[in-house]
């Protein structure tokens, strides 16, 4: 088991999983398409992490028929994808199938999450406000939490938005390439039908949840269309969001912005050991 990850990381191996999904292919092709397709203003800043994800590439074909075993797990992954709802954490039995049988995913995240887990959100506030990547943001960081204990959601979320695009554009897309060649690690053990640890299996569920949550949140926009359901980096900082903001939506965007962390300091692990 690799041990240079970050404690967030750390879970049991899981080795008796169920049949895939009918689109399992498609989706993991769908994983390492472009992730964004974003107004030209943020291309500079966003454009390494596109890169390098678009460097990697991983053999489709040979993993799509070994993947035979995971449908259960894929799609609570993928149901938390589509929920923007990025995701590190252990995957209890329990927690797959409060996922897969919601018939409003948002709502059981809701429950899970905010009606019964504050002290999960405190500890995750915490470890954001004292990561060092956010030291120069931490002012406004502190700002929009105070904004978010108020109910001021929507301003909470356009601060954190700002916060997050400061931190990409201090990244080169080194990081997001370790990542991904990771995961492409993972698939080929798949391949091979081996068996995979504790530590790859966090990295392939945070990959693929960060993927779809920040490729739906960067997705290109249309402002003379409706505005989508989900959060969109685009709608929100040009003021064409009227959307309410709530609590939940609050927690997907402090989610994304330490999925993004998480990959940072796997990167940074990767480096120290090269």
């Not at 750390?10 to 999983?17: R, S």
Request: negative net charge.
């Amino acid at each position: 088991m690799n041990n240079n990850l970050p404690d967030d990381l750390k879970m049991p191996d899981f080795e008796n999983l169920t049949a895939p999904i009918a689109e399992l292919k498609a989706r993991i092709s769908e994983l390492v398409s472009p992730m964004m397709n974003t107004l030209s203003h943020m291309e500079q800043i966003l454009s390494p992490l596109l890169e390098s994800m678009q460097s990697v590439k991983i053999d489709i074909d040979g993993i799509s028929t070994v993947l035979l075993n995971t449908s259960r797990t894929m799609g609570t992954i993928r149901r938390l994808g589509e929920a923007q709802f990025v995701y590190w954490d252990f995957f209890s039995d329990e927690f797959i199938k409060s996922i897969l049988d919601a018939t409003n995913v948002d709502a059981e995240l809701e429950n899970l999450y905010i009606s019964n887990n504050q002290e999960k959100i405190k500890k995750l506030l915490e470890k954001l406000e004292n990561h060092v990547a956010m030291t120069r943001h931490r002012s406004l960081f502190q700002q929009t939490i105070h904004s978010a204990q108020n109910g001021d959601f929507a301003l909470a979320i356009i601060g954190l938005i700002s916060i997050f695009d400061g931190l990409l554009s201090d990244v080169t897309g080194n990081n997001s390439t370790k990542l991904a060649a990771r995961s492409n690690v993972v698939f080929k053990k798949l391949e091979n039908d081996e068996t995979i640890d504790s530590d790859e299996f966090a990295i392939l569920i945070l990959m693929m949840t960060y993927e779809k949550s920040f490729g739906m949140f960067t997705a290109h926009s249309d402002f003379s269309q409706d505005e989508p359901e989900y959060l969109n980096r685009h709608w929100i900082m040009h003021g064409r969001s009227l959307r309410p903001k709530g609590s939940l939506d609050y927690l997907k965007i402090l989610h994304l912005i330490y999925g993004f962390l998480l990959i940072k300091d796997i990167g940074d692990k990767d480096k120290e050991n090269t």
